[in-house]
C-alpha cells in the first residue's frame, strides 16, 4: 500500500466513525426527546411547511448552525426572542450575551419556557435545550 492510499483509507475510517457517532448522537438525542411528550406537535410535512429548510434541520432534526450565521447574534434590540416552531416566548434580550461561541447565547430563559435533553455521546456530557411547548 502507498503512502496515497494508506491516507486515503484513514481518512475514509475516519469519516466513518465520524459519521457513525454523529448518527449515535442523533439517535440517542432524539430517542430521549421522542419520550417526552409536547403540547405542539406536527407531521414532518407540517413542520417543513411552516419551516425554513434550515430551521427544520435545527429544530426538527437537531441540526447545527455554523458559528457567526445567526441572524439574532447580532441582534441587540429590546424584546422577547420566540421559539420559531411555536411562537413560545423562550428568553428576554435582557438576558442575551456575547458568549463568545459564534451563537447567541442566553444566561437565563423565560421561567418554564425551555426543556433540556441530556447527551452522553461521544465520550462526554452535553445538555441540548430545547422549547419546552414544541421540542424545536
Known amino acids: 500500500m502507498n503512502r496515497r492510499d494508506f ?13 457513525g457517532a454523529t448518527l449515535l448522537r442523533m439517535g440517542d438525542s432524539q430517542a430521549a ?5 409536547f403540547e405542539v406537535t406536527k407531521t414532518d410535512a407540517e413542520w417543513k411547511a ?15 448552525e455554523y458559528p457567526g450565521t445567526s441572524s439574532l447574534l ?15 416566548p ?9 458568549s463568545g461561541t459564534g451563537w447567541p447565547s442566553f444566561w437565563q430563559e423565560i421561567p418554564k419556557a425551555i426543556g433540556t435533553t441530556v ?10 435545550a430545547h422549547c419546552r411547548r414544541c421540542g424545536g
Open 119 to 128: 447527551d452522553r455521546s461521544l465520550g462526554m456530557t452535553r445538555t441540548e
Open 50 to 64: 411552516i419551516l425554513s429548510p434550515a430551521a427544520f434541520d435545527v429544530l426538527r432534526k437537531e441540526g447545527t
Open 33 to 37: 426527546q421522542a419520550a417526552e411528550k
Open 90 to 98: 423562550v428568553y428576554s434580550s435582557e438576558t442575551k450575551f456575547d
Open 74 to 88: 447580532n441582534e441587540h434590540r429590546k424584546g422577547i426572542f420566540a421559539c420559531a416552531g411555536c411562537d413560545l
Open 7 to 19: 491516507l486515503l483509507s484513514g481518512a475514509a475510517a475516519i469519516g466513518v466513525v465520524g459519521a
